[in-house]
C-alpha cells in the first residue's frame, strides 16, 4: 500500500457549532466518544446512516488544537448498540463485541435477530475485512430477512414458489408437506425501506467507506492487524483471506496515538453496523430445517405496488401474496389456505402458486394497502369500522361476502365454564375461576362484559391461550369457535381433562371474511365471485369431480375464461371444503349452509357488526376522516341536494303521483334515507330520474354523474365486473329486497369513490339493524354516533331512521300491500340457511334447476 506519511488531509475545519457531538439520528444509539479526547469534540466528523435513511451531517476537520497546544483528531460517531458503544482498544476485541451484540440481540435497530442468523450467513467473499491493495475494505454478505423494528412499507423480500420460510416464533412447528399440491410457502413479511431507499442507503454507506479510508490514510502507521479466529463470524476464511494487513499513515503529533484505539472500535462497529444493514435487507430463513422437503433458497423481491392493479402485479409474481389462519398454515392444510389457493387456480391454473405470508394479524391491515399482501383468508370479522376505514392503518377495505359466520364462545372446564354462564364468581368453586383471554381484541371486549377483571388473564395469542387452559393456568378459555374446538385442545400435551363449551352458544356475531385493497375493486370482485363460484356449485350439485359443468366467463379476460372451473377442480364446492375442514370443529348448521328456496325458506336480512366506529383521536393525533376532497359526499354536501335514479317504477317500489308528484315505494325510502344521513335529515330537495323507458342508459347515468346512486339495482357478475354498455364495473350494496325466483334488488353506485359506496351500503344496513335492535322513527335517537365520515355526520344513522324508520315500518308503509313480508325478506334469526346463490350471469334464476 502506497503511503500516506507526510500527506496533507483534506476538509474543512470545524466550526465553534460543532463543538458538541451529534445526537444519534435513529434507534436512540449513544455517540461513541473517548472520554479523555473530549477535548476535541469539535474535530473530524462522520457521516452514519441510520437503518431509517437518514443521515447524520456533520462537518470534516483536518486538525484540532488541544488544550495543551498539540494537534488532535478524533472521531465523534454513533454507536450500533450500547453494548457497542463501549468496544475494545483494538479491532479485533470491538469486533468480537459487536458480532456478541447481533447474536445477543443486543442491537437496538436488530432487536429480533439472534445468534443462530450468524450461521446462515454464507458470504459470496472473503470474509475477512482486510484492506485491498488501494486501502478500500470490503465485505460482502448473503444474508436473510431484516428484524421487525427495522422495517418499514415499501418492499417485501420473500422466497420464490418454490421455497419455505417460517416467521420467527414459529420454528418449532411442523408442516405437513404430504398434500398433493405440496409443501406451502411460507414467508415472515418483511416490510423493510422502498427500493428508493435503499438506493440512497448505498450511496450513503458507499461515502460512508470512502471518508473512513481518508481516515485510516490520515491516521495510521504501520499497523499491524492480526486475522480474526475464534467467535469471529470469518472463521472460514481462506488462508490468502487471513493475510496480514498493513495500513501505512503518519502519526504526525503524539496526542494522535490514543485515539488508535478509537478509529479501530469505530472501523469495527462500521463492520457490524453493514453487516446487520445487510441483514435487514436481505434475510431469508428457513426454521423448518429439520423436514427433509423443505428448501431454502435466496431471497426474491416481489413486485409490490400500493397502485398497480393486484392481478397485474400477481402476473408479474408469479404467485398471490396470501395471508391464511397461522395454524392452518403451520399444519400445510385447511379452510383458509384452501381458499388462497382457489384463487391461485383461478388465476393460474395452478393452485400451487401462492406464498404464504405470516404477519401479525394487526399488521395485515398495512400490508395489505401497502401491496405487500394481496389477500387475507383469515379469520377476520366484517364490520362497518374495518371495512370505511381501519383506524391503526387509517385505510378501509374491501371485503367478500362472508365465507363463515362464527363467533366468540367460552370453553373449558364444565364446572368452570358454568360459573361464567351464570354470571357467577363469588360462590363455591366460582370464586377460583380464571378465563383467559387473548389481548387488546374483540374478545376481551366481550369478556369485559360478563366477567370482572380480577377473573381475566391476558394471553398474547392463540397458541398462549390454549397452553394456558392446558397446563391449568386458566380453567376457561373465551376465543373464536374455530380457535378453541376440542379436537385442537386435546392436540396440546395430549389434554385428556374434561372440555366443554358455553351453554349459551355463541356470545357474538362474526361474519368472517376475505380482504383485499380498497383501491382495486377488480381483484376483489374477482376474490368475492371465486367464493361465490363455491357456494353456487354447491346449490348445483357441482362438485369437484365434475367441476367442468361449472358455467365459463371472459368479464376479466380470456385467460381468466375457466377461472371457476379451475378453482372448483382444485379445493371442491363450499360444502366440501366444510366438510374437509371445519366439519370436525363445528356441525355446520345455521347461517353456514346454503340457501335452497322452497316454501321453508327463511329470512335472509342481517346486519354485520359496526365494530369501533367511534374515533380513538389516540391513534391520530387530530387527523380525523372526513368527505374525501372532491368526492361524491362532498359534492352532494355543497350543492345541498342528492340525485338519485330509479331503475324502474314498479308498484311498491318506486311509483309517481301525478297529482300530487311525488314519488313513493321502497327503494324511494332508500334514497330518502340517503339523503337525510348525508345533509341533516332533508329529504325533500331529492332529484329523481327514472330510467323504466331507459334501461340502457341506467349506468351511463350513473357513470356520468347524473345520478349519485341507483336504487333497485340487481346484483349480476357482468354489472359488477363489466357491465356491457360502460364497458365500467359497479359497486352494489347487500340486498335489501330479495326476489321469489332469485334476483336481488340493491344500490347501485361507480368504484371509483369507495367512500360513497361504504356511505350507501352502511346507510342500508342501519335500517335492518335498526329493526333487529327495536329502534323505531320515535327512537331513533338511539342509534348509534358514527365517526368514520366526518364529525358532521355523526348522526348520519339517527338522521336516516327518523327520516324513513326502520326495515319493518318503511316495509309496511311502501310494500306490505303488494307483497306481503315473509321468506328471504325476513330478519335472519340467527339459525337460518344464509349463504346465497348469487347469478353469475344472464341467468333469470338459480332456482329449479
Not at 437518514?54 to 488541544?66: D, F, L, P
Not at 468496544?87 to 476485541?93: D, K, T, Y
Not at 409490490?304 to 395454524?327: F, H, Q
Request: hydrophobic share 40%; charged share 20%; proline share 5%.
Amino acid at each position: 500500500m502506497e503511503t500516506t506519511k507526510g500527506k496533507a488531509c483534506s476538509g474543512e475545519r470545524a466550526t465553534a457549532a460543532d463543538q458538541q457531538p451529534k445526537a444519534a439520528v435513529a434507534m436512540g444509539l449513544p455517540a461513541m466518544m473517548d472520554a479523555e479526547s473530549a477535548i476535541a469534540r469539535k474535530c473530524l466528523q462522520v457521516p452514519v446512516t441510520s437503518m431509517h435513511g437518514e443521515m447524520q451531517k456533520s462537518n470534516k476537520g483536518e486538525s484540532c488544537q488541544g488544550q495543551d497546544g498539540s494537534d488532535k483528531t478524533t472521531l465523534t460517531s454513533v454507536g450500533v448498540g450500547t453494548s457497542v458503544a463501549a468496544a475494545g482498544s483494538n479491532l479485533r476485541s470491538a469486533w468480537s463485541e459487536g458480532v456478541a451484540a447481533v447474536r445477543n440481540g443486543d442491537v437496538g435497530a436488530s432487536a429480533s435477530l439472534s445468534f443462530k442468523l450468524a450461521d446462515q450467513v454464507r458470504p459470496s467473499s472473503s470474509r475477512s475485512p482486510a484492506m485491498g491493495a488501494d486501502g478500500s475494505a470490503s465485505l460482502n454478505v448473503k444474508q436473510q430477512r431484516p428484524p421487525l423494528s427495522s422495517r418499514s412499507p415499501g418492499a417485501l423480500s420473500i422466497p420464490g414458489p418454490n421455497d419455505i420460510v417460517v416467521a420467527a416464533g414459529d420454528s418449532n412447528s411442523a408442516m405437513d408437506h404430504t398434500m398433493a399440491y405440496g409443501p406451502p410457502v411460507v414467508a415472515e413479511l418483511a416490510m423493510g425501506p422502498p427500493s428508493e431507499l435503499l438506493r440512497e442507503k448505498e450511496e450513503e454507506n458507499r461515502a460512508l467507506r470512502k471518508e473512513l479510508q481518508r481516515i485510516a490514510d490520515c491516521t495510521f502507521e504501520a499497523l499491524e492487524v492480526a486475522p480474526f479466529d475464534g467467535d469471529s463470524p470469518f472463521d472460514d476464511v481462506s488462508a490468502s483471506s487471513r493475510s496480514t494487513v498493513k495500513l501505512e499513515t503518519s502519526l504526525a503529533k503524539r496526542g494522535m496515538k490514543r485515539l488508535v484505539p478509537l478509529i479501530l472500535a469505530l472501523t469495527a462497529i462500521l463492520v457490524v453496523t453493514v453487516l446487520v444493514i445487510v441483514l435487514s435487507l436481505l434475510l431469508t430463513h428457513n426454521n423448518n430445517a429439520d423436514n427433509p422437503d423443505a428448501t431454502t433458497t435466496a431471497a426474491s423481491s416481489f413486485s409490490t405496488s400500493p397502485t398497480d392493479p393486484v392481478l397485474e402485479t400477481i402476473r408479474k409474481n408469479g404467485v398471490i401474496r396470501c395471508r391464511a389462519e397461522t395454524y392452518e398454515v403451520n399444519q400445510g392444510h385447511g379452510f383458509t389456505v384452501d381458499l388462497c389457493r382457489a384463487l391461485a387456480a383461478a388465476v393460474f391454473q395452478d393452485p400451487s402458486k401462492v406464498v404464504f405470508l405470516k404477519v401479525p394479524f394487526r399488521e395485515q391491515f398495512r400490508a395489505i394497502a401497502n401491496g405487500t399482501v394481496d389477500i387475507s383468508t383469515t379469520l377476520n370479522t366484517l364490520n362497518m369500522a374495518r371495512d370505511v376505514y381501519q383506524q391503526e392503518s387509517r385505510h378501509g377495505f374491501a371485503y367478500s361476502d362472508p365465507y363463515f359466520y362464527s363467533g366468540v364462545t367460552m370453553g373449558g372446564l364444565p364446572t368452570f365454564v358454568d360459573c361464567v354462564d351464570r354470571g357467577d364468581e363469588f360462590s363455591g368453586d366460582c370464586r377460583k375461576l380464571v378465563v383467559c383471554v387473548i389481548a387488546a381484541t374483540v374478545t376481551k371486549d366481550i369478556v369485559n362484559k360478563h366477567v370482572p377483571g380480577s377473573s381475566t388473564l391476558l394471553v398474547a395469542n392463540g397458541p398462549e391461550l390454549i397452553q394456558s387452559f392446558v397446563n391449568g393456568t386458566c380453567n376457561v378459555m373465551a376465543g373464536d369457535i374455530l380457535e378453541i374446538y376440542e379436537d385442537r385442545i386435546r392436540q396440546v400435551d395430549n389434554y385428556t381433562g374434561e372440555y366443554t363449551f358455553s351453554s349459551r352458544g355463541l356470545w357474538s356475531f362474526d361474519p368472517l371474511a376475505m380482504i383485499t385493497r380498497q383501491s382495486d375493486p377488480q381483484w376483489a370482485a374477482f376474490c368475492n365471485w371465486v367464493l361465490r363460484a363455491l357456494i353456487t356449485a354447491e346449490y348445483l350439485d357441482i362438485t369437484q369431480a365434475t367441476a367442468d359443468s361449472f358455467a365459463n366467463t371472459t368479464l376479466f379476460g380470456e385467460e381468466y375464461q375457466d377461472m371457476f372451473v379451475q378453482a372448483i377442480r382444485a379445493v371442491g364446492n363450499y360444502g366440501e371444503l366444510y366438510a374437509k375442514h371445519y366439519e370436525g370443529r363445528v356441525p355446520r348448521q345455521g347461517m353456514n349452509v346454503v340457501q335452497r328456496g322452497g316454501p321453508n325458506k327463511t329470512g335472509l336480512l342481517v346486519t354485520d357488526p359496526l365494530g369501533k366506529i367511534l374515533i380513538d383521536e389516540s391513534l391520530h393525533q387530530g387527523a380525523l376522516p372526513e368527505p374525501v376532497k372532491g368526492g361524491t359526499l362532498e359534492s352532494i354536501r355543497q350543492r345541498g341536494f342528492l340525485r338519485c335514479g330509479l331503475v324502474g317504477e314498479r308498484a311498491g317500489f318506486a311509483e309517481y303521483n301525478e297529482t300530487s308528484q311525488v314519488w313513493s315505494g321502497m327503494d324511494v325510502e332508500f334514497c330518502k334515507a340517503i339523503s337525510a344521513s348525508i345533509l341533516t335529515g332533508e329529504v325533500d330537495t331529492i332529484v329523481y330520474q327514472s330510467f323504466y323507458n331507459l334501461p340502457s342508459m341506467q349506468f351511463a347515468a350513473l357513470s356520468n354523474e347524473a345520478v349519485d346512486v341507483l336504487a333497485g339495482g340487481t346484483m349480476q357478475m357482468n354489472a359488477n365486473v363489466k357491465e356491457p354498455t360502460t364497458g365500467q364495473g359497479y359497486s352494489f350494496s347487500p340486498p335489501y329486497f330479495y326476489e321469489a325466483w332469485g334476483a336481488v334488488r340493491t344500490l347501485v353506485t361507480t368504484q371509483d369513490d369507495p367512500q360513497w359506496s361504504d356511505l350507501v351500503r352502511w346507510v342500508s344496513q342501519a335500517t335492518v339493524y335498526a329493526e333487529r335492535e327495536g329502534i323505531t322513527q320515535q327512537n331513533a335517537s338511539l342509534m348509534p354516533v358514527v365517526e368514520l365520515f366526518g364529525t358532521e355526520l355523526r348522526q348520519m344513522f339517527r338522521d336516516a331512521i327518523m327520516a324513513t324508520g326502520n326495515y319493518e315500518e318503511l316495509y309496511q308503509r311502501t310494500l306490505a300491500e303488494h307483497v306481503p313480508r315473509e321468506g328471504w325478506n325476513l330478519l335472519n334469526p340467527g339459525n337460518g340457511a344464509q349463504l346465497f346463490p348469487y347469478l353469475l350471469g344472464e341467468e333469470e334464476s338459480w332456482y329449479g334447476k
